[in-house]
């Protein structure tokens, strides 16, 4: 149970309960070793929440959210049977927005005769957000840009581009985790920097 005096430690205790219950029996020397408990679907949450909180902690002039994105539609539409557009981390700084899908995938591109190209639907998916986004501000000065940040796997071919699309900027990164986490704050720096710019 957590009250106003432990609840600090209830995200420690929940990483604690995770890595237990990913601990397995092995008949090899020592005890037990850790299995890749996670499917993909959980860990590109915690990925998600990751990035999020670091943005948060780490560049408190930039306002970062798991923002919702209305749909513009004309005066005459519903918006029933519409889904959600729930962004996964949206940074605001003053009228200039980057909007960030995180993905966590054991592929980072999808092959197809020997080409590699983009996850279709990822892409689908920032550039709706980014086109609403950018429809919500009308006529007032804006800039609003959107990135897919994949978490680099050990493929020879990682994404590392950027788009002009429709009249918005659209990056698609890697970000290596596999390294100190000095480097992963970097990599992070860099993301936010370039937005601040």
């Given at each position: 149970?957590?009250?106003r005096?432990n609840?600090?430690?209830?995200?420690?205790?929940s990483?604690c309960?995770?890595?237990?219950?990913?601990?397995?029996?092995?008949?090899?020397?020592?005890?037990?070793?850790?299995?890749?408990?996670?499917?993909?679907?959980?860990?590109?949450?915690?990925?998600?929440?990751?990035?999020?909180?670091?943005?948060?902690?780490?560049?408190?002039?930039?306002?970062?959210?798991?923002?919702?994105?209305p749909?513009?539609?004309?005066?005459?539409?519903?918006?029933?049977?519409l889904?959600?557009?729930?962004?996964?981390?949206?940074l605001?700084?003053?009228?200039?927005?980057?909007?960030?899908d995180a993905?966590?995938?054991?592929?980072?591109?999808?092959?197809?005769?020997?080409?590699?190209?983009?996850?279709?639907?990822?892409?689908?998916?920032?550039?709706?957000?980014?086109?609403n986004?950018?429809?919500?501000?009308?006529?007032?000065?804006?800039?609003?840009?959107?990135?897919?940040?994949?978490?680099?796997t050990d493929?020879?071919?990682?994404?590392?581009?950027?788009y002009?699309?429709?009249?918005?900027?659209?990056?698609?990164?890697?970000?290596?985790?596999?390294?100190?986490?000095k480097?992963?704050?970097?990599?992070?720096?860099?993301?936010?920097?370039?937005?601040?710019?």
């Open positions: 149970r957590y009250d005096n609840q600090s430690y209830r995200m420690l205790v990483l309960y995770m890595v237990i219950k990913g601990l397995l029996q092995t008949t090899t020397d020592g005890s037990t070793k850790l299995m890749d408990f996670l499917d993909e679907q959980r860990m590109c949450r915690l990925y998600e929440k990751f990035i999020l909180e670091y943005f948060s902690r780490h560049y408190p002039q930039i306002k970062t959210s798991a923002a919702q994105i749909w513009i539609l004309g005066e005459d539409c519903s918006s029933a049977m889904p959600v557009m729930q962004s996964d981390i949206t605001s700084c003053g009228n200039k927005v980057l909007i960030i993905k966590y995938y054991s592929h980072t591109t999808q092959v197809q005769f020997d080409k590699h190209t983009l996850h279709s639907n990822n892409l689908y998916q920032v550039f709706t957000y980014v086109k986004k950018d429809a919500q501000f009308g006529d007032e000065p804006h800039e609003v840009s959107g990135m897919l940040l994949y978490a680099q493929e020879t071919v990682q994404p590392n581009n950027t002009w699309m429709s009249g918005n900027k659209i990056t698609v990164r890697t970000l290596n985790l596999d390294c100190d986490f480097e992963i704050a970097g990599q992070l720096n860099e993301i936010a920097d370039e937005f601040i710019s």
